[in-house]
T-cell receptor, first 113, second 115 residues
Framework: SQQGEEDPQALSIQEGENATMNCSYK?????LQWYRQNSGRGLVHLIL?????REKHSGRLRVTLDTSKKSSSLLITASRAADTASYFC?????????????FGKGTKLSVIP | GAVVSQHPSRVICKSGTSVKIECRSL??????MFWYRQFPKQSLMLMAT?????????EQGVEKDKFLINHASLTLSTLTVTSAHPEDSSFYIC???????????FGPGTRLTVL
């Protein structure tokens, strides 16, 4: 089964509102990354948060990480129509000379103008 | 962020032909690159880890002889889909690993359609 599970699967909000997406995972991780994917396009790296960090900001994005609950959240403030996309969390695990990034199923965000 | 390119961006081929997809890390050297496959409306599934100078590591269920991976230099990995069939039609995405914080930077993807 996939490591990361996003919640909700789909989210529809009005422009200007905040959007919160959650991600839960099952095993210990080294880092967690959030990506955006517009329909039919590649992935855009948003934020990486390491396992010893609790919160990171980048512009209108705020990511939190709670390793005790094995969960992360992505908050987009003052959403814009251009934020409409699918958002994926991905957990990074290093070990024995290898590194693996495992993606969740994604949250489809629709921002209505 | 770092730039990763893929070529071609789109390919349509007949069943039975082989298709090569290139992934280039343009502004940093990557000893590790990854290949993913994404079916419509689904998440990315890791196919294999490409290691420069050594054999790729394939995920369970991915056929090594079907999906040939070569990582001959620190900036280039190639994925060859051999004897492609319609069920191989998918969006193939590569990524390069930058070691400082194990950040992955993704290419724009290659859409393969096998007729």
């Amino acid at each position: 089964s996939q490591q990361g599970e996003e919640d909700p699967q789909a989210l529809s909000i009005q422009e200007g509102e905040n959007a919160t997406m959650n991600c839960s995972y099952k095993t210990s991780i080294n880092n967690l990354q959030w990506y955006r994917q517009n329909s039919g396009r590649g992935l855009v790296h948003l934020i990486l948060i390491r396992s010893n960090e609790r919160e990171k900001h980048s512009g209108r994005l705020r990511v939190t990480l709670d390793t005790s609950k094995k969960s992360s959240s992505l908050l987009i403030t003052a959403s814009r129509a251009a934020d409409t996309a699918s958002y994926f969390c991905a957990t990074g695990i290093s070990g024995a000379g290898s590194y693996q990034l495992t993606f969740g199923k994604g949250t489809k965000l629709s921002v209505i103008p | 962020g770092a730039v990763v390119s893929q070529h071609p961006s789109r390919v349509i081929c007949k069943s039975g032909t082989s298709v090569k997809i290139e992934c280039r890390s343009l502004d940093f050297q990557a000893t590790t690159m990854f290949w993913y496959r994404q079916f419509p409306k689904q998440s990315l599934m890791l196919m294999a880890t490409s290691n420069e100078g050594s054999k790729a590591t394939y995920e369970q269920g991915v056929e090594k002889d079907k999906f040939l991976i070569n990582h001959a230099s620190l900036t280039l990995s190639t994925l060859t889909v051999t004897s492609a069939h319609p069920e191989d039609s998918s969006f193939y995405i590569c990524s390069s690993l930058r070691g400082t914080y194990n950040e992955q930077f993704f290419g724009p993807g290659t859409r393969l359609t096998v007729l």
